[in-house]
């Protein structure tokens, strides 16, 4: 077939534009996935939910109706690449220069990228009939490749499995040898619905008065992130690691502690966090308990007695329990005198008779944390009972956390621009929000300002509970920013429900959108909370 200069020169233009939109949108979805944390039931549920808006586009139908245009009329080959040239020009679902959290290109995504690439090689083969493609089976290679990158991406990590699990069992294996060769070593795992990060950083900073103590950083909580601390940080000197048990799935604490069995094992909470994984409260409590049978045989469990279902749990250990609570007086150690606000807490903790069993140690000492929040000083008594455990006293304790610095995006106070920013953007949850949003009223001065998208991952309660938790933003905050219409549309109501004015609720699509809002009405002085921060496939735009 020959070709004319003009089907030459837009022919390249259309060929280079779908290519160029084929990468942004292949990593577009690349970068969904990760942030699903590579699970596909999460990502082609997602996928499900944005068919309109991620998988069929106006240029996939414009594109449609160039090819019929082609097959029916003697369109001219220059012709149809113009055409296909200007509707694959823009990409603008997939350009995102500002994303919350990056695609990381990680072994794995490598792996899957690679796979994905030959996947889509083979589709376009099978796009063509003839020897020599004509410019139409060019383009409908390129049409069915590019509609169908979100599925060739999912059915890459299905292929990709097998090779996953086995990379992932060898870095298990290694980490397992590492853990064996040091008898010695004693294990505290933490796991719960809320505040695991803010109580193992809590256990590091009493425990590292004593012993060299090695912890998992940040939110490392899965097998590979505990996998990669063991692996490469684990030296010869540390006596103690912390590792920190996530949980979304059931199985997930059984994984790992099939990795490292705890010494201790500290529950902090269960509450409605993955209930759209889990389907109840008591399949949670159920799963977070399953730590307790893995505990070495002179294991203790400490345990949280403010909440029902971590204090049942002590039916289920056979060995030593410490229940820790700020509430009752019968709890092995407790705090009284709690008082808090904008700058942290103080408190009086006491351990009890049967849990004070040092003859040199005092039994009540006071302790202040800058750490905000009423919720944190149960997180720093499940840390004292640890501390207790390796021998401290409450006096060294109560340095450790008056030391004790307030963890990246929970409820950590920030200055910028002349603003209070109370940033508690990580993640959110009905007790950790309904805290934030106490600890924002108890400012003196300024404006108070709410940032949020909701909750989320809260099953059937979910609408529920952010109706509730409008109606607590309505008790602490002068204006709210509500981050997408649909999402906080429960938020709105529960606003509306406690009689909060409805110009001082802002609607906007996104977070840069309310840092906008943000910049524009707030001056020098006023107070923000951003309550949660959803990933970049929420984003309702």
Request: glycine residues 8%.
């Amino acid at each position: 077939m020959s070709m004319t200069l003009l089907d030459i020169v837009f022919g390249t233009f259309a060929i280079g534009f779908s290519l160029w939109r084929l990468a942004k949108r292949s990593r577009f979805f690349v970068h969904t996935f990760q942030l699903f944390g590579y699970k596909n039931p999460a990502f082609l549920s997602w996928l499900n939910d944005h068919i309109r808006d991620a998988i069929l586009r106006r240029s996939h139908m414009v594109g449609v109706c160039i090819l019929i245009l082609g097959w029916l009329l003697p369109v001219p080959a220059w012709g149809l690449f113009l055409m296909w040239a200007i509707a694959f020009a823009s990409s603008k679902r997939y350009r995102r220069d500002k994303p919350k959290k990056g695609l990381v290109w990680t072994p794995r995504v490598k792996r899957l990228s690679l796979l994905g690439i030959g996947l889509m090689a083979a589709v376009w083969t099978l796009t063509f009939t003839t020897p020599i493609p004509s410019p139409l089976n060019i383009l409908l290679g390129f049409w069915v490749i590019d509609f169908t990158a979100p599925f060739i991406v999912a059915l890459a990590s299905v292929l990709a499995a097998p090779i996953e699990k086995a990379v992932q069992e060898g870095f298990k294996k290694q980490a397992r040898a590492q853990l064996a060769r040091r008898p010695d070593l004693k294990v505290v795992a933490i796991t719960g619905s809320y505040g695991k990060t803010s109580v193992k950083f809590a256990i590091k900073e009493i425990l590292s008065q004593r012993f060299p103590t090695l912890a998992t950083p940040g939110s490392f909580n899965t097998p590979m992130g505990i996998c990669r601390v063991v692996n490469d940080e684990l030296t010869d000197e540390h006596a103690i690691v912390v590792l920190e048990m996530g949980m979304r799935h059931p199985g997930d604490i059984a994984e790992l502690c099939q990795i490292a069995s705890p010494d201790i094992a500290v529950i902090t909470s269960v509450g409605p966090a993955h209930l759209e994984y889990m389907g109840s409260i008591e399949a949670i409590a159920e799963e977070k308990s399953s730590l307790l049978s893995y505990l070495t045989p002179e294991g203790t469990a400490i345990l949280n007695g403010d909440d029902p279902f971590v204090l049942k749990m002590q039916e289920k250990v056979k060995g030593r329990v410490i229940i820790v609570s700020t509430q009752s007086s019968e709890a092995d150690i407790y705090a009284t005198d709690i008082s808090y606000d904008s700058t942290g807490a103080r408190f009086t903790v006491h351990l009890a008779s049967r849990a004070g069993e040092q003859a040199d140690a005092s039994t009540s000492e006071q302790f202040e944390t800058n750490v905000l929040g009423r919720h944190n000083v149960l997180n720093v008594l499940l840390a004292v009972a640890v501390g207790h455990e390796y021998g401290l006293t409450l006096r060294q304790m109560s340095h450790a956390i008056e030391r004790l610095e307030p963890v990246d995006h929970r409820l950590k106070l920030l200055e910028r621009n002349g603003l209070l920013v109370l940033d508690d953007a990580f993640n959110s949850n009905p007790v950790g929000a309904a805290n934030a949003v106490e600890v924002l009223g108890g400012f003196a001065k300024g404006r108070k300002i709410v940032i949020t998208p909701g909750m989320i991952e809260l099953g059937d309660q979910e609408a529920e509970l952010n109706r509730i938790f409008g109606t607590q933003i309505a008790k602490h905050a002068d204006d709210v920013i509500l981050v997408g219409p649909k999402r906080t549309e429960p938020i709105a109501q529960g606003l509306r429900k406690a009689g909060f004015p409805s110009d001082r609720v802002h609607v906007v699509l996104s977070l840069f959108e309310g840092q906008e809002w943000i910049a524009k009405n707030t001056v020098p002085g006023d107070v923000v909370l951003y309550e949660n921060d959803l990933p970049d496939q929420f984003n309702e735009v």
